[in-house]
């Protein structure tokens, strides 16, 4: 089976296309809006609801969260930046279980 590098993904559009295998539409709407949501903080709702891009990062934590499109393999860049993902949230929970 011959496996497509991933390399970005910018809009919202195109990451429920590559996850329509996996997972339902109504699922990843609602999953990209959550990180949206963690990510977007000083925005305002209706500017984080309406919006049809996605940040690299946001893609990140998608693909953190429920693994890679079926069919796809990572870049290097996006493997790199996952690695880094994970590393950061394991410091950051590695933190809040001293406190």
Do not use: V, W
Not at 17 to 36: C, G, N, P, T, V
Request: hydrophobic share 30%; no cysteine; glycine share 4%.
């Amino acid at each position: 089976m011959n496996l497509k590098t991933l390399h970005y993904i910018r809009k919202k559009a195109e990451l429920q296309d590559l996850f329509r295998s996996q997972y339902s539409e109504d699922y990843i709407r609602k999953e990209i809006q959550e990180i949206i949501r963690e990510t977007r903080k000083n925005s305002t709702p209706g500017s984080r609801l309406f919006a049809k891009m996605i940040s690299t990062q946001e893609l990140i934590i998608f693909i953190d969260r429920n693994g890679k499109p079926d069919g796809y393999l990572l870049s290097d860049e996006l493997k790199s930046m996952l690695q880094d993902h994970r590393e950061e949230e394991f410091k950051l929970r590695k933190l809040q279980n001293q406190l």
